[in-house]
Nanobody, 121 residues
Framework: QVQFVESGGDLVQPGGSLRLSCAAS????????MGWFRQAPGKERELVAA???????NYADSVKGRFTISRDNAKTTVYLQMNNLKPEDTAVYYC???????????????WGQGTQVTVSS
C-alpha cells in the first residue's frame, strides 16, 4: 500500500515562509497529478495547488503569487513553497496524488496524513 508522507508544517509569523514536502513511501510505477489541499477548523477541505505530470500548474486565487507548487518525479515528491504567509493560511495541509503502485495497473488517488501550518504572531 502506497503512503504519501508530508513534512514541513510549523508555526510561523505572518509574512514568513515555509516549504512543505510530500514523498511516496513505496515504489511508484507511474505518477499523475499531484496536489495540495488544506482544511481549516470548521471549514471544508479546499484545493490549494495542483501540478500535472507535464508540469502544468493551477492555484487557488487566495494563494496565487505567494505559493509555488513543484515536483520531482525521480523522487516521487511534491513540494509547496509558501511565502508571505497570512493568518488565514492556517490549516492542516494534505498532499494528494494519483498514482499507479509498482506491480499494479490501476491508478488510485492517495492522501497524506496532513501537516499543520499555523500562521500567528
Amino acid at each position: 500500500q502506497v503512503q504519501f508522507v508530508e513534512s514541513g508544517g510549523d508555526l510561523v509569523q505572518p509574512g514568513g515562509s515555509l516549504r512543505l514536502s510530500c514523498a511516496a513511501s513505496t515504489s511508484i510505477f507511474r505518477l499523475y497529478t499531484m496536489g495540495w489541499f488544506r482544511q481549516a477548523p470548521g471549514k471544508e477541505r479546499e484545493l490549494v495547488a495542483a501540478i500535472t505530470s507535464g508540469g502544468s500548474t493551477n492555484y487557488a486565487d487566495s494563494v496565487k503569487g505567494r505559493f509555488t507548487i513543484s515536483r520531482d518525479n525521480a523522487k516521487t515528491t511534491v513540494y509547496l513553497q509558501m511565502n508571505n504567509l497570512k493568518p488565514e493560511d492556517t490549516a492542516v495541509y494534505y498532499c494528494n496524488a494519483v498514482a499507479v503502485q509498482s506491480g499494479t495497473t490501476m491508478p488510485r488517488r492517495y492522501w497524506g496524513q496532513g501537516t499543520q501550518v499555523t500562521v500567528s504572531s
